[in-house]
């Protein structure tokens, strides 16, 4: 299926259970297709298939032993399987099969269990994951049941391996590993992972067949978030995998709710402060404010201002994206350049002609601003180097406004 498609086809005999679903995908941004029995599966199905998932009844009119199921995964779909009782032996069929879950239908609470599984599945496109284990196998199997999520999998056969795919992909977001590998273990690999990223960054999840009892501890004491003991079946994999992709998740959008700005999605001071504070590296930095923001307020009306906040903060990470950019407060931003301070300047007062340039379309009108920047490059401290920053840009404001000052 295209991972880039939002299409869900929901098939269920029952009017209020389809009526369900559709209504609050569709809430999710899903475009949702719904059947009532096996005919119409076979109709849709004639005419589409860039499905995402299809969630579907077990027993329907004219699909009483579940051949509507059959059809759907001989046209490789994704499916969630909707019974209305629970039978060990289909459950096992079902997951033999290759379903992607299943869910009792015995009321709509039961089935509301497929909006918090469609958030996963749209979420899982952005997450990748790396599967440490010395058997190809294993790994495999693993990879195979992820990608079955629309999580992109990488492997590596031992610990020192996985060492080096994570520092080749940045965007590695899950770490599955098992421990007893040769040339380094699972609990050596986890120890360094923790000393070389953000906890937040990286979520793992320990793998073991052994019958060591103390092998969770350890695990989770060398920095695992979860254990799981092998073998293991499917729907605890999923469980385990959705669970600490969902805490990680949450713990970066509190993260963000802390550290950016609401309006601008900008960083903000707390986080300029807290992340560079302690810093000792050579750095610039810059603070500039919008010439006259009051006026554009009592011109245009504070939606108008807030256009125009959005639209500089949209040029400062343009202008310097490789940097850091924090809106400070008000109509103040500030900028942490690492480089040389000369090239630094030079992209500081681009910038300012580009604004002085530019307008900001707002409710058929046309806004215009300037910006005054001040710079500093000194030996001290963060706060040391915002104040002198601060104090350029007073100068730039009282020396006519819509410039740059980097020294004096």
Not at 375 to 397: C, G, M, N, V
Request: proline share 2%; glycine share 6%.
């Amino acid at each position: 299926m295209n991972r880039s498609s939002k299409s869900v086809l929901v098939i269920d005999g029952s009017r209020i259970f389809r009526n369900y679903l559709s209504t609050h995908l569709s809430e999710l941004g899903f475009e949702v297709l719904t059947g009532n029995s096996f005919s119409t599966t076979k109709q849709i199905l004639e005419q589409r298939k860039d499905f995402i998932f299809v969630v579907s009844g077990y027993y329907l009119p004219d699909s009483p032993n579940g051949e509507v199921i059959d059809l759907l995964l001989e046209h490789q779909h994704k499916v969630v399987v909707l019974t209305g009782k629970f039978e060990q032996e289909t459950r096992q069929q079902l997951l033999k099969k290759g379903v992607l879950d299943y869910i009792l239908k015995d009321s709509l609470s039961s089935v509301q269990y497929v909006i918090p599984f469609a958030k996963r599945i749209l979420n899982h496109q952005f997450h990748h994951a790396l599967v440490v284990d010395d058997s190809a196998m294993v790994r495999n199997n693993i990879c195979q049941l992820l990608e079955s999520q629309y999580i992109t999998t990488t492997q590596a056969s031992n610990g020192q391996e996985a060492l080096k795919k994570l520092e080749d992909t940045p965007d590695i977001t899950l770490l599955l590993t098992d421990n007893y590998m040769p040339e380094m273990t699972g609990l050596e690999m986890i120890r360094q992972v923790r000393r070389q990223t953000n906890c937040n960054d990286i979520s793992i999840l320990g793998l073991s067949g052994s019958n060591d009892k103390t092998m969770t501890a350890q695990y989770l004491k060398a920095g695992a978030n979860d254990f799981l003991h092998k073998p293991f079946n499917q729907e605890e994999l999923f469980c385990r995998v959705n669970q600490l992709l969902n805490m990680q998740e949450a713990t970066k959008a509190l993260f963000k709710l802390a550290n950016q700005d609401a309006l601008t999605e900008l960083w903000n001071r707390r986080y300029l402060f807290d992340t560079l504070g302690k810093s000792s590296e050579p750095r610039n930095i810059a603070m500039l404010d919008i010439d006259f923001f009051k006026k554009v307020n009592d011109q245009y009306g504070h939606d108008g201002g807030d256009a125009a906040l959005i639209h500089i903060s949209n040029v400062l990470k343009t202008f310097f994206a490789d940097h850091i950019v924090a809106r400070f407060g008000g109509e103040e931003f500030c900028i942490y350049y690492k480089g040389a301070f000369d090239k630094f300047c030079l992209q500081l007062d681009r910038m300012r002609r580009y604004i002085e340039a530019d307008q900001v379309e707002h409710q058929g009108q046309a806004i215009k601003y300037t910006i005054s920047i001040g710079a500093a490059s000194i030996e001290a401290s963060l706060d040391e180097q915002i104040k002198l920053a601060d104090t350029r840009l007073y100068s730039a404001k009282e020396g006519g406004r819509n410039q740059l000052v980097n020294g004096g």
